[in-house]
């Protein structure tokens, strides 16, 4: 783990329900921020990067994995990480195979900036992970739009059936949403509506974490 001096380190946190836009709100800003600041300044992490490593169980055990659940997200990696990179501190993100069900060996290095895009379906839901966070925002758009989003995207882009989607949904997705990711919506400073595609809430939030940096 290489170390630089100390930076000032904002942590912008984008959650939401799954397909909601989050991630095209979070790579949309990525990208236009690196294309006014340099990508040495800004990066992106997932949160799905955070899953609990499940190399010790059995296939047939890994795949009913409940990953709308906090308790399949290695949070105490996550924090460590976050501290590690506020503090200066590169980390090695892991990487994970929703075709395997676990970690894969391969990791990504991630080097300190000076601002990180963190986003994720249940980054609100734990108060440590908050308390890492210089703003939050949740992407707030109907379930059943991003179920039909979410549809599409496991069929074409994981090779999942119609049928595995829908009892997917049906079991975990949409009551963990009710449960714990609708709840956490209430410490956002910031509810963006309509999705990923809302040009205004993106040009607020580059402002916002412009601000936040002295350009602006």
Not at 23 to 44: K, M, N, P, Q, Y
Not at 50 to 60: G, N
Not at 153 to 176: A, C, F, L, N
Request: charged share 25%.
């Amino acid at each position: 783990m290489s170390t630089l001096s100390p930076m000032p380190c904002i942590i912008i946190a984008v959650a939401g329900a799954s397909a909601s836009g989050k991630s095209l709100i979070a790579s949309t800003v990525h990208r236009e921020l690196c294309d006014e600041l340099g990508c040495e300044e800004i990066g992106i992490i997932s949160e799905d990067c955070y899953y609990k490593d499940q190399s010790h169980l059995d296939f047939a055990t890994r795949v009913q994995t409940n990953y709308d659940h906090p308790n399949s997200m290695d949070r105490d990696l996550l924090i460590r990480h976050l501290k590690a990179l506020k503090a200066g501190q590169a980390v090695d993100i892991p990487k994970y195979s929703y075709v395997e069900h676990t970690r894969m060996q391969e990791v990504t290095h991630f080097e300190p900036k000076k601002v990180i895009i963190l986003e994720g379906i249940l980054l609100l839901t734990d108060e440590r992970v908050r308390n890492e966070i210089s703003l939050s925002l949740f992407v707030d758009a109907p379930l059943d739009i991003c179920f039909i989003r979410r549809l599409k995207r496991d069929m074409q882009e994981r090779g999942r059936s119609m049928e595995s989607v829908i009892e997917q949904y049906r079991k975990t997705v949409r009551p963990m949403f009710l449960q714990f990711i609708e709840p956490s919506k209430q410490y956002a400073d910031i509810i963006i509506p309509r999705g990923g595609k809302n040009r205004i809430a993106i040009n607020m939030l580059k402002a916002q974490i412009l601000h936040l940096l002295g350009k602006k």
